[in-house]
Antibody, heavy 121, light 111 residues
Framework: QLQLQESGPGLVNASETLSLTCTVSGDSISSSSSNSYWGWIRQPPGKGLEWLGNIYYIGTTFYNPSLKSRVTISVDTSNNQFSLKLSSVTAADTAVYYC???????????WGQGTLVTVSS | QSVLTQPPSVSGAPGQRVTISCTGS?????????VHWYQQLLGTAPKLLIY???NRPSGVPDRFSGSKSGTSASLAITGLQAEDEADYYC???????????FGGGTKLTVL
């Protein structure tokens, strides 16, 4: 059974960079179906879902244009992980951040439990 | 506001049928991009309910079904159960914005 787990600081200072890692277990990122993609989604407290971006194991990325200049997603196949970096954070970036996998774009069939990141001013 | 419009809330009694609409435009649903649906129970991660407009992942009861027509899509839930009380989100792709989009979410209350 595929499992995903987010990890990283729960508190980030304003103007700094938010960094999260998603560890995948139960399957290898690089041996997954060639159409598998790995994504990051966030949800501000009490609000809806926002797509941040996704990556294929070969490194191809797609980012939300509203965040494109601040977001970077990368994959580390040797550790079976993929990561999110969001620079110059503000209070508006406070949210639960989810990592997920999909095979039928852009649906996501496996999700991590989510991790709350609070931006402190 | 979201590119995909959902009603903020719907409700129904146990055993009833409810539908949740997702209204888009010619740059997303109307451009023939697929619609996907998620269920989010309180305090948990979203769960994929419907993919590709009307397909259920393994393990999702057939009480849940999806449809799409023109610039809109719908999620139908029959035989409503107390455990169905959750937030529901639709998802698609918008070619004008070049981004994956979610609806604003609909809170389902089982009376």
């Amino acid at each position: 059974q595929l499992q995903l787990q987010e990890s990283g600081p729960g508190l980030v200072n304003a103007s700094e960079t938010l960094s999260l890692t998603c560890t995948v277990s139960g399957d290898s990122i690089s041996s997954s179906s060639s159409n598998s993609y790995w994504g990051w989604i966030r949800q501000p407290p009490g609000k809806g879902l926002e797509w941040l971006g996704n990556i294929y194991y070969i490194g191809t990325t797609f980012y939300n244009p509203s965040l494109k200049s601040r977001v970077t997603i990368s994959v580390d196949t040797s550790n079976n992980q993929f990561s999110l970096k969001l620079s110059s954070v503000t209070a508006a970036d406070t949210a639960v951040y989810y990592c997920a996998r999909g095979t039928y774009y852009p649906s996501l069939d496996y999700w991590g439990q989510g991790t709350l990141v609070t931006v402190s001013s | 506001q979201s590119v995909l419009t959902q009603p903020p809330s719907v409700s129904g009694a146990p055993g009833q049928r409810v539908t949740i609409s997702c209204t888009g435009s010619s740059s997303n649903i109307g451009a023939d991009y697929d619609v996907h649906w998620y269920q989010q129970l309180l305090g948990t991660a979203p769960k994929l309910l419907i993919y590709g407009n009307n397909n259920r992942p393994s393990g999702v009861p057939d009480r849940f079904s999806g449809s799409k027509s023109g610039t809109s899509a719908s999620l139908a839930i029959t035989g409503l159960q107390a455990e169905d009380e959750a937030d529901y989100y639709c998802q698609s792709y918008d070619s004008s914005l070049s981004v994956v989009v979610f609806g604003g979410g609909t809170k389902l209350t089982v009376l």
